[in-house]
């Protein structure tokens, strides 16, 4: 039997703050790998540089409103008499956000003006107030060198339509995270095997387990602005797995090895990563996702989940996101949201099958769940009529069926029942 008693084991919170530390991502020197690209191709990536206007804005004398052009001067001494004034000469259309006509300087809308059936004349009923009045001077609304979007901002539409007013058209972003997943286990095969006898349900790939985790990955990683780089199952083999992992850091910028982390006899991760690189942890406080681990190989951070989805969804979300989010430039940590706890948490199911009690061999020693450790409840969260959020706990684990309604989580403590919320209470919720 492997001796698993060295194993380093790490708050949610520490391990964040050494992956990071680990990851070099947030160093105050760091510049991320930059792209550029189109504007027009830019929405959710990150900005990686200032922007700043490359040309004045309005770029001449520009008009408000839909208005007449005039010159100031024939106002300084009231209301002139227009009716011998000439289109072209003593006044002219001007149009809103249009240069003013040359030699023209004052505008007046065209709600206080009466033009001619053939528009060649006009009847001012209001004079402006000064010389300038219903224009924009070149350049009142940006300088060339004016701010137009800190580095960091995430382009939406409205900021894309910010810089290309400064007279760009493509934007320096982040370049995407590459992140490599590499699914391990005997166990595992793609999804999608034939059966063998329908009617029996019996199936090609009876006795193994469908690999879905990739398609988790690869859904995080998309949504969290990131590049997907996939790996086949690699079987329980430490020779493989080492390769895998070599492979997998030298290529990407971020690896995530599915399972392999715990004390099964087959479970090689750990003891590959620390040979190849250094060790951050080998597990974590709460559950599921306890056989959570960090390394770092040539440089490259190396994040290890559990196996099944209800652990793997969560874990990605505390520890997979935070990378990608710094390697971006953004800030790692997100804010949780408070809400209202609807109903107290529902009580914790019998142990064992048919309600019995689970004999000693069939439970880890209490070690296995140390003071300070959480477990993680799902919950679905909808806004109440009070304006309120409003969180109802559901049973059942991460990625079983009771709880697949849920839309986000919290962590609760499972050591001190004194500090456990009950209905009414203000929890904090993360979001799925």
């Not at 959710?44 to 520009?62: F, I, K, M, Q």
């Not at 005039?70 to 149009?95: K, L, Q």
């Not at 009617?199 to 990739?214: D, I, P, R, V, Y």
């Not at 019998?350 to 070690?367: L, M, N, V």
Request: some cysteine; hydrophobic content about 40%; overall charge negative.
């Amino acid at each position: 039997m492997r001796d698993h008693s060295g194993h380093i084991e790490l708050t949610r919170e520490e391990a964040v703050r050494k992956s990071l530390e680990a990851s070099g991502f947030t160093a105050e020197d760091r510049r991320p790998p930059i792209d550029l690209v189109p504007l027009a191709e830019s929405f959710g990536r990150v900005l990686a540089e200032d922007v700043v206007a490359l040309s004045p804005v309005p770029s001449a004398l520009t008009c408000n409103m839909d208005s007449i052009a005039v010159h100031w001067a024939d106002f300084e001494n009231g209301m002139p008499d227009t009716s011998s004034w000439v289109r072209g000469v003593d006044w002219e259309f001007a149009n809103t956000g249009v240069a003013m006509p040359a030699g023209f300087d004052t505008a007046i809308v065209v709600e206080h003006v009466r033009v001619s059936e053939d528009e060649q004349h006009v009847a001012i009923d209001a004079a402006p107030s000064a010389r300038g009045a219903g224009t924009h001077p070149a350049g009142s609304r940006l300088q060339v060198g004016d701010l137009l979007e800190h580095a960091g901002t995430v382009i939406t539409p409205d900021v894309a339509a910010h810089i290309a007013s400064g007279n760009h058209a493509t934007a320096a972003v982040a370049r995407k995270p590459r992140v490599a997943f590499i699914p391990t286990g005997n166990e595992l095969v793609p999804a999608g095997a034939p059966a063998l006898e329908p009617a029996s349900g019996k199936f090609a790939e009876t006795g193994k387990n469908f690999e879905t985790n990739s398609l988790l990955v690869r859904g995080k990683v998309e949504q969290w602005g990131g590049v997907y780089v996939p790996f086949d199952i690699v079987p329980d083999v430490r020779s493989k797995i080492r390769a895998a992992i070599e492979r997998a850091a030298r290529i990407s910028d971020i690896v995530v090895v599915n399972a392999g982390s715990s004390k099964g006899s087959d479970d090689w991760t750990c003891e590959v990563l620390e040979e190849l690189g250094e060790v951050i942890c080998h597990e974590t406080n709460h559950g599921p996702g306890h056989h959570s681990s960090f390394a770092v190989v040539d440089g490259t951070v190396v994040v290890g989940i559990s196996g099944p989805s209800g652990g793997a969804s969560p874990t990605l979300d505390f520890y997979l996101r935070p990378l990608m989010r710094a390697y971006l430039g953004l800030d790692p940590i997100l804010s949780k949201t408070p809400a209202i706890l609807t109903d107290d948490l529902p009580a914790k199911k019998s142990p064992g099958a048919a309600g019995k009690a689970k004999a000693a061999g069939e439970q880890r020693p209490s070690k296995a769940r140390p003071k300070g450790f959480f477990a993680i409840r799902m919950m679905k969260v909808e806004a109440g009529a009070d304006g309120m959020l409003h969180a109802t706990p559901l049973p059942g684990r991460p990625g079983s069926k009771e709880a697949a309604a849920a839309n986000a989580y919290t962590l609760v403590p499972t050591d001190d029942v004194g500090r456990t919320p009950h209905a009414g209470d203000v929890i904090a919720i993360e979001y799925r």
